[in-house]
């Protein structure tokens, strides 16, 4: 199925940090889109939401005021939250680098340990480049 979700389209999974941006200015969804060069489905897993909770309770204010503003993009834009399930001994990143394997899709982060580990498996994976303000592939880079 390659990185193709429903309709053709490819489907990309936002990770914590991607999600985070938003509230610094950053068009995560835009700069997705124009890398991709088409509108992909976009999916939260149950795990990002989770930490987004975590983070909105406990982080330092910034980071309060982020996973808020993540929750609210969430819901605002009505993104798909997906059930993850880990197993056992699995951490976040290993649960989400395993769905999306096996669902064949792109995952965006910039998490470099969790886009290394992407890679190894080989995932695509979208990352945010601040030097350049924007959002660029990694890994084999699919035509859509």
Do not use: W
């Not at 200015?25 to 700069?31: K, N």
């Not at 992407?118 to 350049?132: F, H, I, N, Q, W």
Request: aromatic share 4%; with cysteine.
């Amino acid at each position: 199925m390659g990185c193709r979700g429903r309709l053709g389209r490819p489907t990309v999974v936002l990770d914590t940090n991607m999600l985070m941006l938003l509230h610094q200015g950053v068009d995560v969804i835009g700069a997705l889109e124009e890398a991709l060069n088409t509108k992909p489905r976009y999916v939260v897993p149950d795990l990002v939401v989770e930490e987004l909770e975590r983070i909105a309770e406990k982080g330092s204010p910034k980071e309060r005021r982020a996973a808020r503003f993540a929750m609210n993009v969430i819901e605002r834009l009505g993104l798909d939250v997906v059930r993850v399930e880990r197993q056992s001994g699995e951490s976040v990143d290993d649960a989400l680098a395993r769905y999306a394997k096996e669902h064949g899709y792109i995952v965006a982060t910039s998490d470099r340990e969790l886009r290394r580990k992407l890679r190894r498996m080989g995932v695509l994976d979208a990352y945010y480049r601040e030097s350049e303000n924007r959002v660029e592939l990694g890994g084999d880079t699919p035509v859509f």
